[in-house]
């Protein structure tokens, strides 16, 4: 391979990324950048196998990273596909209370929704959802007409263009796995790759990279395996867009959702496993340094011991499409078995602090000559560009451009 000289490495060809390469060429357009992926293709892993919505930014707690950077990237999001052609469409969706106890919180949603700038919040009862989603039954529901779905793989491919298309001595580099680095270089599996500065955006392995620059994060990457159905083409007419339950705030989890794909599928999904490997997308995929590195980490055993009956339930519903219906009933009664088909699978990385709690907001930190991403939960995909002109300012702050 020959020798290879950047001023700036992005390490992860995710969406966030891929987002911040982009952002980072906009705005220093002479800047010679590559993007490093181990995978062969780009949004291989997390930005790939997600629901693929437009997060609209109603559940976040209000002046969060999560929230402003929802909001913001969202309205720019919509607004790069718009002008690329990208599939998407902001259709709406539905939160959906089963009972009482639910349709209070419906209130607190749309309060909290409202606080972090959402418009045209409505609450409905059961005759008007019935005119938005004629299959789903409750007390009442929030309509969000600000959240969407989209291509997020389509996504992050454009990125790429517009990277390369704004600078030809920027690279995509693919196939290109990360070993190690040093002041001036990163160790991968083609060689050196000389770069003055890094920002590592790795997602499931964030902590790891974090961890060969010295960096005591006091936390670690826990995985979290989501499978998913679908219904087959003869069902796909009961949802006409998304359909969400009220979400229990004592875990980091939406439930299991229906969502229209950009594609016309209707994918049921995801619940939430614990993972024996970082990227194991089957129900028996395992890695012993994964398994050993999470199940020693005091976070991993407290959070286990604090929430092991939501653990059982989920791993149970993974092994059993019946139980998995019994939760999408909830929603729209008249699904059956054979209305189902199986789907695909993600890996979600949950970031855990020492005492089990999710690190639930974002978490950009700076060390040496690397920026790292440490933490990028949902709604990272929607909040890309956002998150991205973050690290632009981070970057700009702390490294000298000559």
């Known amino acids: 391979m020959e020798e290879l000289k950047f001023d700036v490495a992005i390490v992860g060809g995710g969406i966030v990324g891929l987002a911040t390469a982009y952002k980072l060429q ?32 109603l559940y976040y707690k209000p002046n969060s990273l999560k929230a402003k950077n929802c909001v913001n990237g969202r309205k720019q999001l919509v607004e790069f596909a718009e002008n690329n052609n990208i599939d998407y469409d902001v259709c709406g969706k539905i939160v959906l209370a089963t009972n009482k106890r639910e349709a209070k919180k419906l209130l607190q949603l749309k309060i909290n929704g409202e606080k972090n700038g959402l418009k045209d919040l409505k609450i409905l009862d059961s005759n008007e959802l019935k005119e938005i989603e004629p299959n789903a039954v409750g007390k009442s529901a929030l309509y969000v007409p600000e959240s969407g779905i989209i291509d997020y793989k389509q996504t992050t491919k454009k990125f790429a263009e517009k990277i390369t298309s704004i600078n030809n001595k920027s690279k995509i580099i693919l196939s290109c796995e990360v070993f190690n680095f040093k002041n001036d270089y990163l160790l991968t599996s083609k060689g050196k790759i000389y770069t003055k500065n890094n920002i590592f955006c790795a997602g499931l392995f964030s902590d790891r990279l974090a961890g060969k620059d010295n960096l005591k994060t006091n936390m670690k990457i826990v995985s979290f395996r989501g499978d998913y159905y679908k219904l087959k083409e003869s069902s796909k007419h009961m949802i006409k867009n998304l359909i969400y339950p009220v979400p229990n705030p004592e875990f980091p989890f939406l439930g299991v ?15 939430a496993v614990y993972s024996f490997k970082r990227e194991g997308y089957s129900k028996f995929s395992f890695n012993l340094m994964d398994t050993i590195e999470s199940l020693f980490f005091i976070g991993t055993l407290k959070l286990f011991i604090n929430h092991w009956k939501f653990g059982l339930n989920e791993y149970k519903r993974s092994f059993s499409k019946r139980l998995f219906l019994r939760d999408l009933q909830k929603l729209v009664p008249s699904l059956k078995l054979n209305d189902l088909e199986k789907g695909k699978s993600g890996v979600r ?9 999710v690190i639930d907001d974002f978490k950009i930190i700076k060390n040496n ?34």
Do not use: W
């Open 26 to 57: 906009l705005k220093y357009p002479k800047l010679c950048l590559a993007v490093v992926e181990k995978e062969d293709s780009l949004a291989f892993h997390q930005t790939g196998r997600n629901s693929g919505v437009i997060h609209s930014g």
């Open 349 to 357: 990385a949950m970031a855990l602090g020492e005492d089990g709690d």
């Open 257 to 271: 959702h229906l969502t229209r794909m950009t594609n016309g599928s209707i994918e049921c999904g995801p619940n």
């Open 369 to 402: 000559k690397n920026i790292h991403v440490l933490n990028a939960p949902s709604p990272a995909a929607t909040a890309c560009l956002a998150i991205a002109d973050n690290i632009v300012l981070v970057f700009a702050k702390h490294f000298s451009l000559n």
